[in-house]
């Protein structure tokens, strides 16, 4: 997986190895791996790689990842949700019983790799590491995902074009990520973050690899029952 803003993009593979300019999993090593996929223990054994450069980010214990998760990777995104949820999940994990069972929040993933002009980016993603089923969560402020600026002067019809190409941008993000990665979004909005203990508390369903089964399938029925 490539993760990370446009200049501060970093991978995290499974059994990194640096050839022909760039990195790769070595696919004779993969049997070898002993690590969950896609938990704390996976980053700790692997590290972080940059790319196009023989250099990896290693991390020495969960102490030292989760700061760089928080101040480094999650706070170059300048949304101050995403710190919040950061700080969250670093509590989690270290009050956690197995932190290095828990599984990553991993974020800003690339939808187009490591390509400069990036496509979409998805603010946090988890993979549960036993069925590597993908969750992702995606926070949308109306700041940022649906203000219109410059509407003085505009039409009604121009405005409502505007909104509309706006919606549907965010709806093929979602959509497209689905259909690539077969990644399952939760998208929360001002309501919801406005509450932001209750979005982490939907993450944490997720982050324990025992239960995500179980919890999507109360979260889905629990939808349904709302209804008449």
């Not at 969560?137 to 405005?159: A, C, N, R, V």
Request: proline share 4%; hydrophobic share 35%.
């Amino acid at each position: 997986m490539w993760i990370g803003q446009r200049n501060a993009s970093y991978g995290l593979l499974v059994t990194p190895r640096f050839a022909n300019g760039n990195w790769e999993n070595d696919q004779s090593e993969i049997r070898r791996f002993k690590k969950n996929y896609w938990t704390i223990r996976h980053v700790l054994q692997t590290g972080l790689v940059i790319p196009f450069v023989d250099e990896k980010i290693e991390f020495h214990d969960i102490d030292q990842y989760l700061s760089f998760f928080k101040n480094t990777m999650v706070r170059a995104s300048g949304s101050q949700y995403e710190l919040e949820i950061a700080q969250r999940y670093c509590d989690f994990v270290r009050n956690s019983e197995n932190p290095e069972d828990v599984p990553l929040l991993i974020p800003e993933f690339r939808y187009d790799g490591i390509a400069d002009n990036h496509k979409y980016r998805l603010d946090f993603t988890i993979i549960d590491p036993k069925t590597l089923n993908k969750y992702g969560f995606e926070l949308s402020p109306w700041s940022t995902h649906g203000y219109l600026k410059g509407t003085k002067g505009k039409l009604q019809k121009e405005i409502n074009e505007e909104a509309k190409q706006n919606f549907e941008k965010e709806m093929r993000k979602h959509k497209s990520y689905f259909k690539k990665f077969e990644i399952f979004v939760l998208i929360y909005t001002d309501s919801d973050l406005a509450n932001i203990d209750e979005v982490f508390k939907d993450m944490e369903g997720y982050l324990n690899p025992n239960s995500t089964q179980t919890q999507l399938k109360l979260h889905i029925l629990d939808e349904l029952l709302k209804y008449d």
